[in-house]
């Protein structure tokens, strides 16, 4: 295929109907989680949450394969976008490149040694810097389109290392509706908590209005 005949949706979007199963595996997971020391990064902690993901008897049965830390390129010059934390790949057969489904993990409510303790709400959602948008992560990955091209859903994953898993999700609710213009925040759907698993209540979205359609971005919180 030509450069000019190349579809602006360069891959087909991630199948709904995993979603839930990713979502439900790293709860699963979660559980087994741990930091290691006061204000570990959170890679390692990632990293410890893929060798778990990765022996989930009911992910393992699906469609899907995790990989963790993978280069994300743009469709043009090959630009690198950043590395995806997390992401599962959906096999589609031959029909290549194959959707694929991105998990961004920030830590939250961490004691520093020499700077005491720190939401980092700001480096989860977005900061309040001169920083341009595509130098942000957080949220700001998926609102962006770094993270989101030709898809429709992602997950950002919060560690939050004092436990306060309810103090942390508030925080990061009104951070979003602070900077709702910023993030792109759907005027007619609020955060909400997400029925993407019945019955489950620690899953939250917030839907975004991005340049190539609506996106959302599922927050999954525990404590490490």
Known sequence: MSESNTPDQWREPFPDTEIPYILA???????????????EHENRLTIRLAKLLL??????????????EAWEFG???????????????????????WPCFA???????????????????????????????????????????RYSGGLRAGAMLGYVYDGKVDE????????????????????TQQIRVSTVIPDESRIT????????GVFTIYQVLFGV
């Open 103 to 145: 998990l961004e993990a920030k830590r939250l409510h961490v004691t520093f040694p020499r700077g005491g303790w720190k939401s980092l709400v700001s480096e989860y959602v977005t900061t309040e810097t001169v920083k341009s948008a595509e130098e942000e992560q957080g949220m700001m990955c998926f609102v962006t389109g």
């Open 75 to 97: 469709t043009e010059k090959a630009e690198l976008f950043g590395r995806l934390d997390l992401r599962y790949l959906y096999s589609t057969g031959i029909r290549h490149p």
């Open 55 to 68: 022996r989930d008897a009911v992910i393992l049965a699906r469609p899907v394969h995790l990989d963790w």
């Open 205 to 212: 979205e917030s839907i975004h209005e991005l340049p190539k």
């Open 25 to 39: 595996a790293v709860l699963r997971c979660s559980i087994k989680m741990k930091k290691e020391d006061a204000c």
């Open 168 to 187: 942390a999700r508030t925080a990061i609710h009104e951070a979003i509706v602070k900077h709702a213009g910023k993030l792109r925040l759907s005027k």
